[in-house]
């Protein structure tokens, strides 16, 4: 999935949460909140990323977390 698909998966994931618990409120907002929520989201990622690495136990296999790949999501975003 591209920084941009990403992106409008992530904020649109956010739109209907908040249209659905809060109903005519988030058109007034939904310029702004779904993003906002989504980049909250990316920042808690990246804070949590920095030398990570992680074993899977399921799998058996070594996680990393793509920092490029969430910093072009943070930006298309902003884009949005």
Sequence with gaps: MTPKEKA????GKYFKLLN????DLVYSLRDKQPQQC???AIDEI???AVGYNAYDGVTGND??????????VKKEI???
Aim: glycine share 4%.
């Design 38 to 40: 989504a980049l909250i």
């Design 46 to 48: 990246l804070n949590n």
């Design 20 to 23: 659905y618990e809060f109903g």
């Design 8 to 11: 409008e998966e992530l904020v």
């Design 78 to 80: 902003h884009k949005l």
């Design 63 to 72: 996680i990393w977390i793509d920092t490029e790949y969430w910093q072009e």
